[in-house]
C-alpha cells in the first residue's frame, strides 16, 4: 500500500528515521518529503510544520500522491485527565475546538457545509488498537481536538474537556488533515501520544517530552504497517 504519514516536527520524525532508509524528494515551501520503504509499503513521510495552515498544505501535497491513507502521527496535550505523558491516543475521531460557526446552524468546532467531526474508518481504528497491545504502550481510542493555540492552561482544559465530550488530548494540525482526506476521499486516521498536561508549565514539559510522544506515536505506527 501506499502510505502518507504526516509530521508537524522535526523531533516527531526521530523514530521513523531510526527505523527507516528516507531518501529527501526535497523541500516545497517548507514542507520536507521523504520516500521509504517499508514492510512491503511504499511510504512518503512528510514534515508539514506546526499548525492548521501549514499541515493543510503538507496534507494536499502528499494527496496528490494518491496515497490509499494518511496517517498524521505526533505529539499532544492531555485534555482527559487521566491521560498520561507517553501515552497514545487512536484518533476515533478529530475537530477542530476553534471554529465557531454557531450563528448559522453549525456546531461549535464546525467549520460551514463539512462534518463536524471527522471520523477515521473502522478498520483502522481496529488495526492501530491491535498494534498498540503488542506493544508495552498505554492507549486509550477517543477524539482529538485541534486548533491553532498551544494550550497551556488548566481553565482552558477544563472548558475543552467540558465543551468537547469525550476529548482526550489537543494538538494543532490533525483536524486540518483530516479535513483535506475527507475533500480527496482519502482513509485518514490521527495516531498522538501526550508530551504535556495542557496546563501551567506545559510549554517545559513538551521540550522535555515531545521527542518521546513522537517516538510513541511513530511505533504504534510502524507496528501497525506490519500487520498489514
Ligand atoms: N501539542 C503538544 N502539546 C500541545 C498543547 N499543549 N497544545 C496544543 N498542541 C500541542
Sequence with gaps: MKI???????????????????????????????????????????????????????????????????????????????????????GEATMYHDADSRPFGYELGQVPSMPARYKAPENLVEGFLEAYRNTDLNATVGLILSGDQFIHSVEKVNWLYETFPGAQCAEMEGAAVAQVAYKFGIPCIVIRSISDTASQDAEVLFEEFVVTAGKNAAKVTLDYLKHI
Design 4 to 90: 502518507a504519514i504526516i509530521c508537524p516536527m522535526e523531533e516527531e520524525i526521530g523514530y521513523y528515521r531510526e527505523h527507516l532508509d528516507m531518501k529527501s524528494r526535497g523541500i516545497i515551501g517548507d514542507t520536507e518529503m521523504w520516500d521509504a520503504e517499508y514492510e512491503g509499503h511504499e511510504l512518503i513521510i512528510v514534515r508539514c510544520g506546526i499548525g492548521k495552515v501549514n499541515s493543510t498544505i503538507a496534507a494536499t501535497l502528499v494527496a496528490q500522491e494518491g496515497p490509499d491513507v494518511m496517517i498524521n502521527t505526533g505529539s499532544a496535550g492531555a485534555i482527559a485527565q487521566d491521560r498520561q505523558i507517553g501515552d497514545v491516543v487512536i
